[in-house]
């Protein structure tokens, strides 16, 4: 599966933002999804993951009540809807994709990824 990150750019805090996630090259249906971000001089973290029927999620303690994942297995795309950002949320943002699998969003498990889209928060 090929993914393709998009709707990063430059917000003010407190502000929103709602990134995608778009498949091609084989049904999304058959993949957990996770989000991924990596700030400079940092490791990169797992944001949050959704399962392949998207009943089951999962989000770093940093962003819940913030941020909510979401899919649409028909359209084969995946959404991060970003609320009341700071400027800590600055980084790049990535998706990714494991075969069947688990969301406990750690980044190993994950085997194709996508190019990220870079979301700068001002203070």
């Known amino acids: 599966v090929q993914l393709q990150a998009s709707g990063g750019g430059l917000v003010q805090t407190g502000g929103s933002l709602r990134l995608s996630c778009s498949a091609s090259?084989?049904?999304?249906?058959?993949?957990?999804i996770g989000w991924f971000r990596q700030a400079p001089g940092k490791e990169r973290e797992g944001v949050s993951c959704i399962s392949r029927s998207g009943d089951s999620t999962n989000y770093a303690a940093s962003v819940k009540g913030r941020f909510t994942i979401s899919r649409d297995n028909a359209q084969n795309i995946v959404y991060l809807q970003m609320n009341s950002l700071k400027p800590e949320d600055t980084a790049v943002y990535y998706c990714?994709?494991?075969?069947?699998?688990?969301?406990?969003?750690?980044?190993?498990?994950?085997?194709?990824w996508g190019q990220g889209t870079l979301v700068t928060v001002s203070s």
């Open positions: 990714a994709a494991v075969f069947l699998g688990t969301p406990d969003c750690a980044p190993q498990n994950f085997g194709s």
């Open positions: 090259g084989s049904a999304l249906g058959y993949y957990t």
